[in-house]
């Protein structure tokens, strides 16, 4: 009974917090300078007030606010995002159409990142102190440090532009399907290094730093001296005592950061003229399009709440993982691990 009450108030409170952001986002995207009637009557060719009225009496806009939003709320209970201003097709059909390309592209770049920030900062943690240690640590500074829509253009410059290697834009070619599956699926792939490269950068410079702190820490406790004394060799003791150890703030940080890469793709998206929810959003907001605005907005609080309130895995001493780790420094060649709480500390090297 105790359980059952507490899931039914979790669940209100989900649907209560979901309810205020569809509200703030209203508001927010109709505070916005423009007339959507306007941006529709330019691609019809007519301007005309008669024209214009018809338009915004077919669309609702020319109701009170306060109807306006009711009519929204209304139709958010009966799972109905509305129909685009400029795409006269449901919001729900553009969304899942775009959540594929969009979903390929975070997903590959949340792995390139956490593979290649473990594998870059464990390089740099083990040769702590030498040359490698200063020039990885360097690197990902400045990488951290870099705009991403301005590493894109550098990127498609070098191998579009000056080698010729990649595809710059696009999510595929024109004639690709004429490749069969398998011709397809290269196709597709060549076009996602660079974009994916693109939104793994600062992310994969954030976990280089992570692991190579957290590296160092573990290398110090005494348990890898322990295993030292007892004989191990170095092999094992990196395997089974040090990156088993050092890896897991890394991997529980980057799964708070799932939802920050969809936010990023924005960006990336639209510099590479990637077809996915970034480029929609974009597009949305240039064509003052409302109703694929609030449920692009939608849609991504709901994912954000939804990873909020998933369940949280425990370290091995205890701790709450989604606790341990709220904050990433990055500083002069530091790396500090902020834990919440009386036993909170910073490490760093």
């Not at 097709?89 to 553009?94: A, I, Y």
Request: include cysteine.
């Amino acid at each position: 009974m105790r359980t059952a009450r507490l899931v039914l108030t979790r669940l209100a409170g989900i649907v209560f917090a979901i309810l205020v952001i569809a509200v703030i986002n209203f508001c927010l995207v109709r505070a916005a300078p423009g007339d959507p009637a306007m941006v529709i009557a330019g691609q019809s060719g007519s301007t005309d007030e008669k024209f214009l009225a018809q338009v915004r009496a077919d669309y609702g806009l020319d109701q009170p606010y306060a109807v306006q939003l009711g009519t929204y709320l209304k139709k958010i209970v009966t799972l109905d995002l509305g129909y685009s201003f400029r795409q006269g097709r449901p919001v729900s059909d553009l969304i899942l159409e775009r959540l594929g390309p969009t979903l390929l592209l975070t997903l590959s770049a949340f792995f390139i990142s956490l593979i290649g920030g473990v594998v870059f900062g464990a390089l740099a943690g083990l040769r702590h102190g030498k040359i490698t240690d200063l020039g990885i640590s360097l690197a990902a500074l400045v990488l951290y440090a870099t705009p991403v829509f301005w590493l894109g253009l550098m990127l498609v410059l070098l191998f579009s532009i000056k080698l010729e290697w990649l595809p710059a834009f696009g999510y595929a070619d024109m004639r690709a399907k004429s490749f069969g599956t398998v011709g397809y699926a290269l196709d597709v792939l060549k076009h996602l290094i660079l974009p994916a490269l693109t939104l793994a950068a600062i992310y994969m410079a954030a976990y280089t730093r992570l692991m190579r702190a957290a590296l160092i820490e573990v290398a110090a406790e005494d348990h890898v001296k322990t295993a030292r004394a007892k004989g191990l060799s170095e092999g094992a003791i990196l395997r089974g005592h040090m990156l088993r150890n050092a890896s897991l703030p890394v991997i529980t940080f980057a799964g708070l950061q799932i939802g920050a890469l969809v936010g990023g793709a924005v960006v990336v998206e639209t510099v590479f003229s990637w077809p996915g929810l970034g480029r929609l959003t974009f597009d949305a907001v240039t064509a003052r399009d409302y109703p694929v605005l609030l449920g692009l907005f939608l849609v991504m609080s709901i994912l954000v709440i939804a990873r909020a309130h998933a369940p949280c895995r425990r370290l091995p001493d205890g701790r709450a993982g989604a606790g341990y780790l709220p904050r990433l420094a990055l500083g002069h060649g530091r790396c500090a691990l902020h834990a919440p709480g009386p036993e909170s500390h910073a490490h760093g090297q």
